[in-house]
């Protein structure tokens, strides 16, 4: 005969509702009768029924995460730290991929909106504007995009790019390549304008190719160009445009770094495989999926989330922006400007 939430309390010593309170709703039970009816229910292996809990409380204790493209080794990181914080706040995490169509992310969001109590968006492509309007359907944070008014974690990855040129620039390069990411990107837009500002400020010309597929066959295809660019370095949007590039330009016989020098950002585990080892900005991934399941469920007291969702993931609305450091990571694709460029 399965465990009922009466035999919880009979055991523990408390009323039905307490029981139920310490599930549904911790932070207002005292904590040593928390943990008793915890270790009681441990115990005696009872389980509370999420659908019925979801009745109650209006709270279905489950959250969704929406990425751009969950084959990019940048996400897989990123997606565990965010379950297992989750996992610590009893909440589940549901995980959609998109494959960089921003038409695809907005039938996920407006599918999800009903089954879970916030949205993580990471890498978003939409509209500002129609993030703000999904918004007002369910809870969102938004991962790697500034929207102004809503909760948002980013990663400094404009510093990591001047950080990148200004390398670049240390080694004698006056002629370096950008491998722009995809239409739509907030991240690819903040490194662009931060990597033309460093460029300038050293004295270096700055060559913008794309934008492109953030993808490994992306760097793969621009090899030639990088080629008849006359560039000496290279910083592409992420690890995997830059290892594809470092791939075409063997496969030409342009010699990295001592041809040309290549930078990437993220800091994924193949960058660390890659001949020569990548030189890159690291990101703090982990970091930022840990972070964003914090805002999503904190309680703000200012305003509420939003319309018809007075139950939902914290009664209250935070616009708090998070911005994470980056650090650049100097490896072996990175060297002198060759001395007859």
């Known amino acids: 005969m399965p465990v009922t939430i009466r035999d919880v309390a009979r055991a523990s010593g408390v009323h039905i509702s307490t029981v139920s309170r310490t ?53 897989p990181p990123l997606i565990k730290a965010a379950e297992g914080q989750a996992r610590q706040r009893d909440y589940h995490v549901f995980v959609a991929d998109t494959n960089e169509d921003p038409t695809a992310e907005e039938e996920l969001v407006r599918a999800l909106a009903k089954q879970v109590d916030g949205v993580l968006l990471c890498s978003p492509r939409m509209s500002n504007s129609l993030i703000e309007q999904l918004s007002r359907e369910v809870p969102l944070v938004v991962m790697n995009r500034r929207v102004t008014g809503l909760p948002c974690v980013t990663m400094d990855v404009g510093q990591g790019a001047r950080s990148a040129i200004e390398h670049l620039v240390g080694f ?46 992306g760097g793969l295809a621009l090899a030639e160009h990088v080629q008849r660019s006359g560039v000496s370095a290279v910083l592409a949007y992420n690890d995997l445009m830059a290892i594809g590039l470092i791939g075409g330009l063997d496969a030409l016989g342009v010699r990295v770094p001592r041809d040309v020098s290549v ?79």
């Open 23 to 75: 599930f549904s709703a911790p932070h207002l039970v005292n904590p040593e009768t928390r943990v008793r009816v915890l270790a009681c229910s441990e115990d005696l292996g009872y389980r509370p029924n999420r659908a019925a809990r979801a009745l109650i409380t209006g709270r279905t204790h489950n959250i969704g995460l929406i990425v751009a493209d969950i084959a990019n080794p940048f996400f």
């Open 172 to 217: 004698g390069h006056t002629a370096i390549g950008l491998l722009g990411g995809p239409r739509g990107s907030w991240t690819s837009r903040e490194i662009r304008r931060s990597a033309t500002a460093a460029a300038r400020a050293g004295g270096a010309e700055l060559t913008v190719l794309g934008p492109n597929p953030p993808t490994e066959h």
């Open 263 to 341: 930078v990437g950002i993220d800091d994924i585990a193949l960058s660390r495989l890659t001949r020569p080892k990548l030189t890159t900005v690291a990101t703090p991934t982990a970091a930022a999926g840990r972070t964003a399941v914090d805002m999503l469920l904190q309680r703000d007291t200012d305003a509420p989330w939003g319309t018809g969702r007075s139950t939902a993931v914290g009664t209250r609305r935070t616009s708090a922006q998070v911005m994470l450091q980056t650090e650049l990571v100097i490896r072996d694709s990175t060297g002198e400007a060759p001395i007859d460029r």
